[in-house]
């Protein structure tokens, strides 16, 4: 693979990232939460926790 394809990989990794660690942010979470999208069967696990966990954020707004 060549160089341009590293950086249109680069490129597309970022831009599908973002929205992600907004979304994690606003649980009241880290965004370094996100890099757990590269760990196999992790990531499913961690899907399943931040579904059912409490949020800090949301906590915070209902009192």
Partial sequence: MGIWSWLII??????????????IRRTGHSGWWVL?????LVNLAML???AFAKWPAVDRANT
């Fill in 10 to 23: 680069l490129v597309f990794s970022i831009v599908m990232l973002y929205p992600y660690v907004r979304i």
């Fill in 36 to 40: 757990i999208m590269f760990v196999p």
């Fill in 48 to 50: 399943w926790v931040f």
